[in-house]
């Protein structure tokens, strides 16, 4: 008892002490970026209590600082000043506290005006369907792009944002997903209109199709004949089984073209020139065509 009675009453007393606050902005314009000063701090000198010590000694004390009433505008910076006379009548401070004195007298907040840009997301993905079973649009992505806000020299060294990697395997139904996005490194100076985005995919049954199509020769000089064989190749397409019957041959074209040719070719090279908007992928089964000049 004699113990807690000395402590009570060595907390009653005043102090005078000195003790750094740390800054907190708030209602910065939103047109301004404060690009220092992130740890900036106010040592104060103050006499009060000590029951009130106790409460700065656990509890890291702050100081409020409001960018509509407590700064002025210089060139390319705020200035507070310990002449506002706000900062006496903040809420920080009781009648118990006394406030002796402020050290920096001033303090400078570095500014930089907001720019805005617009960046692509890219997924970052390991998809496996299973067997039978693909998409044929692809993967959507809703945002494809997002708005980057912070200073220039910043946002100027952001090229994309991507996703965080999507691991998906053996998927046979429709693909409905909200992803986050890997943002940098939290930078109080740099803002993303979004956080996160929507990843979509129509799942269907997929087949394939054997086809044969003729080959066109181009761009064969004019006193030249040429033979060939075969003078059609097989492909092999891929498609869903919605878009199976509306694959045509004509939906294709295939050539071979003379001004590839070195002095030792003894073959052309079949290319694929045009396909079908109903497939997504095609392999030509044989690409090499024999020919003889006549």
Not at 41 to 55: E, P, Q, R, S, V
Not at 118 to 146: A, H, M, Q, W, Y
Not at 284 to 290: K, L
Request: aromatic share 12%; with cysteine; hydrophobic share 40%.
């Amino acid at each position: 008892m004699a113990f807690i009675i000395l402590i009570i009453s060595k907390l009653s007393k005043s102090y005078t002490n000195t003790i750094a606050f740390k800054i907190e902005k708030i209602n910065v314009p939103d047109e301004k970026v404060i690009l220092n000063n992130s740890d900036s701090i106010l040592n104060i000198t103050l006499n009060t209590h000590g029951f009130k010590w106790l409460d700065y000694y656990f509890k890291s004390p702050k100081i409020t600082i409001d960018f509509s009433e407590d700064v002025t505008l210089g060139h390319s910076k705020f200035i507070w000043t310990k002449a506002n006379t706000r900062l006496f009548s903040n809420t920080e401070f009781t009648k118990q506290v006394k406030i002796i004195n402020i050290y920096p007298d001033s303090l400078f907040f570095n500014f930089d005006v907001n720019s805005v840009k617009k960046i692509p997301v890219k997924l970052r993905e390991n998809i496996s369907f299973s067997p039978g079973f693909d998409s044929f649009d692809g993967f959507t992505i809703t945002p494809d792009s997002i708005k980057i806000i912070g200073p220039k020299h910043v946002i100027d060294t952001i090229g994309h944002i991507e996703t965080e990697a999507v691991i998906l395997k053996g998927v046979k139904t429709d693909i409905h997903e909200t992803i986050k996005l890997d943002l940098p490194i939290k930078n109080d100076n740099i803002r993303f209109s979004s956080k996160s985005v929507d990843l979509s995919a129509s799942v269907e049954r997929f087949t394939e199709g054997v086809m044969k199509i003729p080959i066109t020769i181009v761009n064969v000089p004019k006193e030249l004949k040429i033979k060939y064989f075969p003078k059609e190749v097989t492909i092999t397409f891929y498609t869903s089984l919605d878009h199976f019957k509306m694959v045509k041959p004509m939906d294709f074209k295939i050539i071979c073209d003379y001004n590839m040719l070195n002095t030792e070719s003894s073959f052309f090279i079949a290319e694929l020139v045009k396909t079908s908007k109903y497939v997504k992928s095609v392999k030509i089964n044989n690409q090499h065509i024999e020919f003889i000049i006549l």
